[in-house]
């Protein structure tokens, strides 16, 4: 690992010295036949780095492996729990503490609606095995004595996709899912991790080596500004290059095109349908279809930045197969969504592509060749929360388009939940929802090697390098005509 690099956790940098074993054995050909060594690698012992014993940690780590190799295929819920890891965290959610008064009034159990809670030399205790976990005794205790310590995967999960089971290990429901990946950064133990495609990656583009006909595309997120902070984005572009990629094109071109689509088309339907939502954050997509069915024709029919983007690079390359790479867990589902996985081959995370390059021992600080300006300020600050109606308002001005823009800015999914609620009632004040399930933006994605701050100075820095200011600039250059930018 680069000395340079920081990560903000050991549960990270345990993630990413799996990812970066497994996409070394996988470069050289051995994965298959060396993959039992990864365990004595990442955990070489005696001493356990974090858990009761070696033993343990090992067999986390094979777990670990098996997510890193594509997990359970037949599941198709991006993000899993690893049950052997998940059993540190407290089991029972509420607790009667200290500040228990034993009161006459006894408001607690009266509250309780399943006779949870008694009271012994005037001190009242909670039996879990009755507790429910509803919280009413909390909310009616005037001493407020009584704490809820709800686990920080379940707490993080603002779509309510997480219960336990009979063994207290956390089960997600893939029918509430959005695969936003909250959890996965929240969970202490890093017992939910994504599942990766690193190894189909690693095998496309040792086959692009060897058939000419393959030309594999690598599309950066614009969040990538405020990921590599100890080398010159021209440094990374270059390091991709040396894994092997074609070509490296930014999403923030598909996000110009998305933001010159999107302003027309909600010029052309917002008499109809009174409010126009975003469709860039797949998760926020989904959060509306699962949560808010009736809502679901309010989402804009305009297909996402990355998806943009590859359908341009196809069009341009019939040879072309496109990765894209980002701080996103929910884009890898977007990609194999049925109507859209013709459009964009894998996906890989900031995470994923970091293990890669150290795979190599590719020193970015010792990459100098690579150049990358195909987009304008405004494509690239999609990545923050506020920067798609930026864009999408910038349209509307430069091209005088005739409409009134009554923008919803929504950061993170309990914003987007109360504008959503609004919206179903008819009592929105406004007529455009940007949604971002990541609380600032694309750039605080689960996937990112760091969430730090500073993150949305480094995104407007890294915008204002642009040299085409207008959306139609960048897409003049390239001239892009006719891309089909429909989802349906």
Known sequence: ?????????????????????????????????????????????????????????????????????GGDRENKNIIEVIDVACDKCPIN???????????????????????????????????????IECGRCKQACPYNAIA?????????????????????????????????GACIIQCPFGAIMDKSYITDVIDLLKESKKNKDIHVY??????????????????????????????????????????????????????EKNIVTTSCCPAFVSYIKKNYPQLEDKISNTVSPMIATSRFIKQMDPKARVVFIGPCVS?????????LKDDIDYVLTFEELAAMLDALEIDLNKCNDGKLNNASYYGRIFARSGGVTEAVEHVIESEEIDIELKPVKCNGIKDCDKALKMAKVNRLNGNFIEGMACEGGCISGPASLHHAPKDKNELDKYGKKAFEKNEDSSINIFEIKNINLDRK
Do not use: W
């Open 1 to 69: 690992m680069s000395d340079t690099r920081k990560f903000e956790s050991d549960v990270q940098l345990i993630k990413y010295e799996v990812l970066r074993e497994v996409a070394r054995l996988s470069m050289e050909g051995t994965l298959e036949d060396k993959a039992d060594t990864i365990p004595f690698i990442v955990d070489p012992g005696p001493e356990p780095r974090t858990r009761c014993c070696i033993y343990k940690e090992r067999e986390i780590t094979k777990d670990r492996i098996k997510l890193a190799m």
């Open 93 to 131: 959610r509420f607790f009667i503490t200290e500040a228990c008064r034993g009161c006459l009034a006894h408001r607690c159990s009266e509250a309780c609606p399943r006779g949870a809670i008694y009271h012994v030399g005037g001190r009242a205790y909670i039996d879990q095995d009755k507790c």
């Open 148 to 180: 809820d310590v709800i686990r920080p995967c379940r707490r993080a999960c603002s779509a309510g996709a997480i219960s336990f089971d009979d063994t207290r290990k956390a089960v997600i429901d893939n029918e509430k899912c959005i695969q936003c």
């Open 218 to 271: 690598a599309t950066i997120a614009p969040a990538i500004a405020s990921q590599f902070t100890y080398a010159d984005i021209e440094q990374v572009i270059c390091g991709i290059k040396k894994l092997g990629f074609y070509d490296v094109l930014e999403v923030a071109l598909g996000a110009d095109m998305v933001a010159l689509h999107e302003a027309k088309e909600v010029a052309e339907t917002i008499e």
């Open 331 to 339: 884009k890898k589902a977007e990609a194999m969504e049925d109507e």
